[in-house]
């Protein structure tokens, strides 16, 4: 069911079934596996999305990449594609996932780089120097074995196979550390006991082979290999894109003051020497209090109403959510500059609330999107079974919480998908 626009407001909007894809989890087919990575795109909502508003001439643009789903799926469906994201760690997962490899000539890769495991001596590594966090995070002898790894790996000639095991190594590294498992949040577990780095890169590089394989039998079979398909490390306000270029964007923006990006993904970052300062990289993103500006006018009747509600509350929230609507205005006209006529946009995106304040996320970016010469055309509603993002915050503090504390509440049970069209 699509629910056609008559001025109504979103919260008034049914549900559409066909959307939720409830009972499906299609986030392990394909190369949608090999990584964790917050607040996944459902595939099988791109591709919907894909087969709904998409011809196989378009340029399939996601502005918020990732992980990559939606440049995997469009790859299965013959659309070229290019993902944008300002994140190094998103790049190195999207490039793996993207790029199939001949599964014999994989196998024998892999095959080699564990038998060196056997060439593993600890005093060889005893004096490296890395960065502190590293050891904030790491038991010297983990620590030792993800040296090993990481050198082993970086001695690859064949790139896309370096990515492909940096990857398997980068998805590890939480499993392997002091970092809480059942969290995003960045904390220690005084109890854990960390899995064997050699051990879990073993078994995890074990099911991205069998994925990878997958992969590349589905597209070789679809003579789908070679279609144009990359990654591009910028940022979604200010993008390399030629203006009128592309047929369509499927993309997710960042929810307001949801996920911390650069905290979630600091030991991929520290060990790959992506950053040296965790403050520096966190104010790249968009939706994160770290780039917080002073300003709290935003050019939108609706999103200034929610400032001014939040700033009789918590001048700090406030300020938070004018810098990401004012970041949002941005996208969307670099959106706009980079559609062709009559090319569609595609976003998902979800409201929450703010010690009482209903922030409408997806009403502002329409807004947005209504000044710049788009046509809304069509709203859409769905709840959301396992998105993987915080669903709990509690009511006074604001926080995310567990749902049996007596303030929770769910922040994000549905969300919309925005479809608009060029002029």
Aim: aromatic content about 12%; glycine content about 4%.
């Amino acid at each position: 069911m699509k629910t056609q626009i008559q001025n109504q407001p979103f919260d008034k909007i049914p549900v559409s079934p066909e959307w939720c894809f409830k009972n499906v989890r299609s986030t392990e087919q394909w190369t949608h596996g090999y990584h964790r990575y917050p607040a996944k795109f459902l595939p099988n909502l791109v591709k919907k999305l894909i087969e709904d508003y998409t011809i196989p001439t378009d340029t399939v643009v996601d502005f918020f990449a990732g992980c990559g789903t939606t440049l995997v799926e469009a790859k299965v469906h013959g659309r070229e594609s290019i993902g944008v994201d300002i994140n190094p760690v998103a790049e190195l997962i999207t490039n793996a996932k993207i790029n199939p490899i001949d599964p014999k000539k994989l196998e024998i890769k892999f095959q080699n780089l564990i038998k060196k495991f056997d060439d593993f001596e600890p005093k060889d590594y005893s004096k490296i120097q890395l960065h502190d966090r590293i050891d904030y995070w790491f038991s010297p002898k983990h620590k030792y074995k993800i040296a090993f790894l990481y050198e082993k790996i970086l001695s690859l000639r064949d790139k896309t196979a370096k990515e492909f095991f940096l990857v398997s190594l980068s998805h590890i590294l939480k499993n392997c550390s002091k970092w809480l498992q059942s969290s995003t949040k960045p904390q220690i577990d005084p109890d854990k006991n960390p899995t064997d780095p050699f051990v879990a890169f073993k078994k995890h590089t074990k099911q991205m082979i069998k994925r990878n394989e997958e992969f590349y039998n589905q597209l070789s079979e679809n003579n789908f290999l070679q279609t144009s398909c990359e990654i591009r490390l910028e940022d979604a306000r200010r993008t390399s894109l030629q203006s009128c270029s592309v047929g369509a964007i499927i993309t997710s923006p960042p929810y307001v003051t949801s996920y911390e990006y650069a905290d979630i993904h600091q030991l991929t970052a520290y060990w790959y020497e992506y950053i040296t300062d965790l403050q520096g990289f966190r104010k790249n993103f968009i939706g994160t209090f770290y780039s917080l500006n002073q300003n709290t006018k935003v050019e939108s009747e609706l999103g200034q109403k929610i400032v001014n509600q939040l700033l009789k509350k918590d001048k700090r929230k406030a300020k938070e959510v004018a810098n990401y609507f004012t970041e949002m205005q941005a996208v969307a006209t670099e959106m706009h500059r980079v559609l062709r006529v009559d090319g569609h946009a595609c976003l998902v995106i979800g409201n929450t609330t703010f010690l009482g304040v209903k922030v409408k996320s997806a009403e502002v970016f329409a807004d947005f999107l209504n000044t710049l010469d788009f046509d809304m055309i069509e709203i859409i509603k769905r709840s959301i079974p396992f998105k993987l993002i915080p669903t709990i915050r509690d009511k006074q503090t604001g926080k995310f919480a567990k749902l049996e504390s007596k303030n929770s509440k769910l922040v994000y049970p549905e969300e919309y998908i925005l479809i608009a069209k060029k002029k």
